[in-house]
Every structure is written in structure tokens, then in C-alpha cells.
DNA sequence: ATTCTTTATCGTAATATTGCAATATAGAAA
DNA sequence: TTTCTATATTGCAATATTACGATAAAGAAT
């Protein structure tokens, strides 16, 4: 496969697409719902909660912090995870914004 | 690899993770940005633009179109693509649902 | 009817993602 | 210190995604 290579597109662009990526697997969904569904935020909670090994969690856990949506503060023995607002408003705001623009545009097609 | 298979998760995750998953590739971030950037929408066009082979972008605007992120209506000989705004409105909502859901929370960790 | 233009599909190869078992790490508890 | 508990990392195997060339399909133009 000849890769496309991050600077076939903007910087943004590919930074963008990693967010999405990081909500492209019913695990990293469910994990952000079950986040939000509870007060405090602890894995272990998570590991049994999901039909995954913990391993996998942890990787899917992973990846949603490198992309931004959650953040994770080590408690003792254990790490509670939030959601991170800051990159919920950041998503709001793109969608808002695309939003905003098809509103200016010439609807006179589709 | 043991599929995480639909049934693991709600149908509504599932679902969720399929629309984020048509936004996680640079190329599929740049064509709706460039949709958006234009007030006709013709395939042709995007082919020009995008570093990428034609049979690849009508492979990333099937997927776009898969995930109800954009329409196309045939228009003679091409067809013309654009943004489906209700997508759009429904993934304004899903942020918002989940900043509202935040701002309720006990804030006391992290 | 033939050719052109536009878009879609197929075949295939390369890369990425996902999952789990095994193992490592690190702080808490004993 | 030793052990327990919680989380992360590594190593692989299986599946999914992505890319492009070749080709098909279908309406437009000649």
C-alpha cells in the first residue's frame, strides 16, 4: 500500500482525522459513555464493564488519550480517567463550524 | 484476531463509532473541507485536488456516503456531492449531549 | 454506432488495527 | 522485604483498511 503520507494533507487535516479516529471503535464509544455515566472515573471499573481483556482496554484507553478526549491522573494504585471538556468543545466547535458554512452556502444543488 | 463483534456493544455505539470512523482518514477531513469550500459540488474536482488516485477517492466518498456524512445526486454525466447537513446537526448534538452531561458532573476528580 | 468523459468496482499488495496471553511495572498492604 | 492489586507493554496472529492499476459501466458528444 503506498501510505499516504501526513504531508499529502494539512497538518490539521491529519491531526483532525486522528481525533475521529480515536471515536472510530464501539470500545473508545462506549468508554467515553461509560466515563460520563459515572462520577468518579476509575479503569478497573472500565476492564469490567466491557466484553474486552484488560490489556485491550488499556491500549483502547491509550488512544484516547493521545487523541486528546481523556485524561488520566494517577491515584495510587489507580488511574482515574476523565473525559477532557476542553477537546469536547474543540469538536463542538468544528461541527458548529461546518454548520455555520453550509448555512452561507448556495443550496441550489442536492 | 477474536472480532469485537456488534453484539458486544449497543447497536447506537456501533453505529456511533462508524460515523467517527468515516471522518478518521486526512483524505476523507479534506474532501469535506473542500465541499465546504465550494458552492458546486462535482466529483471531477475532487479528484484534482486530492493527492490521491481516482478510484481511491471514490472508494473515501462511498465511505463518506456509507456513513451518511455527505449525498450525491446524479447529475448527467457526473454527480454532484455535498454535506448532508442533518449528519452535521446530529453530531452537533452528540457533543453538545455529552458537554451538557459533563457541566452536571461532580467535578471533584481530575 | 462510436468515442469520450466520469465514476464505480475488482484484484491485489502493503500497512494498520485489534485482540489476547504473557509479562513488566509500580504503588499499597502485609 | 514480600505479596497483592492495578495498569501498561510486548509479542504475536487475525482482520481491516488503504492504495493503485486495470477494467467496467453509463450517459454525453460526435
Redesign the interface.
Known sequence: MKQ?K?Q???EE??Q???V??A????????I??YL?SV???ICGDIVDVL??AQPTVSRHLKELKNAGLI?G?I?GNTI????D?NM??Q??NY??N??A??NL??Q???
Open positions: 499516504t501526513p499529502d494533507f494539512t487535516q491529519y483532525t482525522s486522528q475521529f479516529k471515536l472510530a471503535h464501539p470500545a473508545r464509544v462506549a467515553i459513555e460520563l462520577d468518579t472515573c466484553p474486552l485524561k491522573t491515584e482515574c480517567y476523565c473525559i471538556e469536547i468543545g469538536l463542538i461541527f458548529e461546518i454548520s458554512k453550509l452556502k448556495n441550489s444543488c442536492c
